[in-house]
């Protein structure tokens, strides 16, 4: 058992053998120009601070042996899994499944709908396609985690407030012990950054546990210690 003694509002205590690293959407359309963050009016650089330790995480889990699970937004390209309420909210100046600089806005298979290069996704490495905000929404995320016995998530990604928080909650609901990394998840609003982690930790950590990566990398094993789950 492995321990963040510095996390709030108290000790998160992991198993490397029950718990994963999930990356929420760290995809290309959320994080660069042209993309539906973009398209919202809202400032890409505000998210990008969380790539340099986000990379480091991953190398750290990689070498510990920790799973590792990606998540990404989107929808097909005929749209049949965009409700009509998600489509047409807002004045985006380029709404989904429209054509932008990294090809059609949220659609899979598009260029900005891909994770960016520096988290690339290794092989063998789950990639969960969702197309709702939560990672457990119409996708079979609960199935993964329950197959190779995974308790605990080590939660990373973007954006807090939104898919960060969503997959967070429901996560706890469905027995998910989750320890969120402050700067590995990041808002377009240093606000709702600052009070989405507060919320989580709140009332005695109503949703999980809060701390930094390098809480993570100090107590990670530099080689695996468990077998690679086939
Ligand atoms: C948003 C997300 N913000 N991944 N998606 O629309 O947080």
């Not at 990356?23 to 398209?39: H, T, Y």
């Not at 016995?149 to 898919?163: A, D, F, M, P, R």
């Not at 507060?198 to 950590?205: C, N, R, S």
Request: proline share 7%; with cysteine; hydrophobic share 40%.
């Amino acid at each position: 058992m492995l321990t963040i003694a510095a996390a709030r509002p108290a000790a998160y205590s992991f198993d490397l053998s029950t718990t994963a690293l999930l990356v929420i959407d760290m995809q290309r359309d959320f994080l660069e120009p042209g993309g539906f963050g973009a398209s919202l009016g809202n400032d890409v650089e505000q998210l990008r601070r969380t790539i340099t330790p986000l990379a480091a995480l991953l190398a750290g889990a990689r070498a510990a042996g920790l799973t590792v699970v990606h998540t990404r937004e989107g929808h097909l390209p005929d749209l049949s899994d965009c409700p009509p309420a998600k489509l047409h909210r807002g004045a985006p100046s380029l709404r989904i499944g429209d054509a932008g600089p990294n090809g059609r806005i949220l659609i899979r298979g598009e260029y900005g709908h891909d994770i960016v290069d520096e988290l690339a996704p290794l092989p063998g490495e789950p990639v969960i396609d969702k197309p709702g905000k939560g990672a457990f929404y119409a996708t079979g995320l609960d199935a993964l985690l329950t197959e190779r016995n995974i308790h605990s998530l080590l939660v990373t990604g973007v954006t807090t407030e939104v898919c960060v928080h969503t997959t967070v909650r429901e996560a706890n609901d469905r027995g998910y012990e989750c320890l969120v990394l402050a700067d590995c998840v990041g808002s377009y609003f240093p606000e709702f950054q600052r009070v989405g982690l507060d919320m989580i930790a709140a009332q005695g950590g109503i949703f999980g546990w809060v701390a930094e990566s390098t809480d993570v990398l100090a107590v990670l094993p530099s080689t695996p210690v468990l077998q690679p789950s086939s």
